[in-house]
């Protein structure tokens, strides 16, 4: 199964082009949903204006080379390996969803426009590649829900209540597991058994509602995430500090309560 192109034996049914047709209307649901996000709650237009206002506060002015260090610097630490996210947990399990989705999303396109025809010859690595890919983001995005999200890790809520912030990680953990259970079926060759059509067709529907519900969840925050990272480098480098009072020149003495417990309450 893992070494199998599962889009490719799809095609012996389903017409290629349907398929990619499938994956470009995806795409355009991603840049009109982010689209009518950044309309909608102006986000982008408050993050330019406030950084041309921090500009103002600056006490000194970059470089084209500073720039592109600090820029480099962010992309390999808050990016790459979201670091705003701490050592521990949070960001193992963010980690593993995050580069399980890259693959299973990189490796898709790729079966599907490259490797779709059943006469194709797929060289295993592509559908390795998605197999693992939705296999990490099944294993981290599960980490994450039933473990580590704020309302169940901090606010003792039972782990099975479902709100509308969870629809973007409720969506991916659907579309790989789905993906990944319509594969193994379809492998079986089970011919004229219905299971792994129903499978197809959970696939199909999580993946709608995945990309077609970008408005409504967190989807574009890997789309904020980066360009608030770099501005925030940016600022700090130039001394403006996102209009922020510099850190007290004081000991930091907490108190003893402090060490009381692990910092999680937000
Ligand atoms: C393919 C790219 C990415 C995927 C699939 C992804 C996936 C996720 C998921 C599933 C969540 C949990 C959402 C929830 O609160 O219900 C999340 C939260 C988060 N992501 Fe991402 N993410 C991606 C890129 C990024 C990037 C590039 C950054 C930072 C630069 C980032 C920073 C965060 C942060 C700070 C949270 C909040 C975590 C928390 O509440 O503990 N993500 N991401």
């Given at each position: 199964m893992i070494t199998t192109n599962p889009f490719s034996i799809l095609a012996e049914t389903v017409p290629p082009i349907l398929m990619q047709w499938f994956v470009i209307i995806m795409a355009m649901l991603v840049i009109v949903g982010t689209l009518v996000d950044i309309i909608h709650k102006k986000n982008v237009k408050y993050f330019f204006e406030n950084a041309k206002k921090a500009k103002l506060s600056a006490i000194k002015t970059l470089s084209t080379s500073e720039k592109i260090s600090v820029v480099s610097k962010t992309i390999i630490s808050d990016i790459a390996t979201t670091s705003e996210l701490g050592a521990g947990q949070r960001r193992a399990a963010h980690l593993l969803g995050m580069y399980g989705t890259i693959l299973f999303w990189i490796a898709s396109i790729i079966l599907i426009?490259?490797?779709?025809?059943?006469s194709s010859n797929t060289p295993s690595i592509w559908p390795i590649m998605w197999h693992v890919g939705a296999i990490m983001t099944v294993l981290g995005g599960s980490w994450f829900w039933f473990f580590l999200r704020v309302d169940v890790y901090s606010e003792a809520q039972p782990w099975y209540r479902i709100i509308k912030a969870d629809l973007f990680v409720l969506a991916l953990i659907a579309s790989s597991l789905f993906g990944l259970i319509w594969s193994f079926l379809q492998s079986l060759n089970l011919n004229d058994r219905w299971d792994d059509k129903v499978f197809l067709a959970f696939y199909v529907v999580s993946n709608l509602v995945l990309f077609g519900g970008v408005y409504w969840s967190k989807f574009a925050h890997m789309f904020y995430k980066p360009g608030a990272a770099i501005q925030k480098n940016l600022a700090e480098a130039d001394g403006s500090r996102d209009n922020l009072p510099p850190p007290?020149?004081?000991?930091?003495q907490f108190g003893p309560g402090i060490k009381r417990e692990e910092p999680k309450h937000y």
């Open positions: 426009f490259c490797y779709v025809n059943p007290a020149d004081a000991p930091e």
